[in-house]
């Protein structure tokens, strides 16, 4: 199975910081890789799809990009909502899994 | 709007068996993929298994195969999880999830707000 690794796993920022997600996965998946975000007692909401494409009705500030083993995503300037955890998907072939999450809080 | 509701959960004792569904509504059902995910409380996603549009091919995550089978039913717009030889370690919430293929699993572009199945004696 293709592994995914998330780093950093937890983040403190503040309103309107420029905040990086990274997620490595074992193995190439192209571009075949999402990015969710999950608060707490909530199901997760895909914020992007295939590496780098913005989900109909998420905010642009939300951005992903990158390609065979190494993604990122990006929040241009954190806002009071954005505050939870985010979690990479992989779907190559017919493999799927999931990082570990990385959670975003409050400095 | 597309609304997935899931229902079946609860306590069950290891070994013993649970069942649960999935009602969607606001798409064309049998238009896609569908899945099941789950995440252990406090803990991360893993999925579970998926379902073709048609039945023909499902698949599962190595910790379920040969326990659990999914299911759909396109004509009740729903889509079944029976577990089989419970373990402790398959409490979870279970999420049901909306691919954006019909044929080929990709990724879940809507979910339920999960069921909670808890494993224990």
């Known amino acids: 199975d293709i592994q995914l690794t998330q780093s950093p796993s937890s983040l403190s920022a503040s309103i309107g910081d420029r905040v990086t997600i990274t997620c490595r996965a074992s193995q190439t998946v192209k571009k075949w890789l999402a990015w969710y975000q999950q608060k707490p007692g909530k199901a997760p909401k895909l914020l992007i799809y295939e590496a780098s494409s913005l989900q109909y009705g998420v905010p642009s500030r939300f951005s992903g990009s990158g390609s065979g083993t190494e993604f990122t995503l990006t929040i241009s300037s954190l806002q009071p909502e954005d505050f939870a955890t985010y979690y990479c998907q992989q779907y190559s072939l017919y493999s799927r899994t999931f990082g570990q999450g990385t959670k975003v809080e409050i400095k | 709007e597309v609304q997935l509701v899931e229902s079946g959960g609860g306590l069950v004792q290891p070994g013993r068996s649970l069942r649960l569904s999935c009602a969607a509504s606001?798409?064309?059902?049998?238009?896609?993929?569908m899945h099941w995910v789950r995440q252990p409380q406090g803990r991360g996603l893993e999925w579970v298994s998926s379902i073709t549009w048609n039945s023909n091919v499902m698949d599962y995550a190595d910790s379920v195969k040969g326990r659990f089978i999914i299911s759909r039913d396109n004509a009740k717009n729903s889509l079944f999880l029976q577990m089989n030889s419970l373990r402790p370690e398959d409490t979870a919430f279970y999420f049901c999830?909306?691919?954006?293929?019909?044929?080929?699993?990709?990724?879940?572009?809507?979910w339920g707000q999960g069921t909670l199945v808890t494993v224990s004696s």
């Open positions: 606001g798409f064309f059902f049998d238009d896609y993929v």
């Open positions: 999830a909306k691919d954006v293929d019909r044929s080929s699993p990709h990724y879940f572009d809507s």
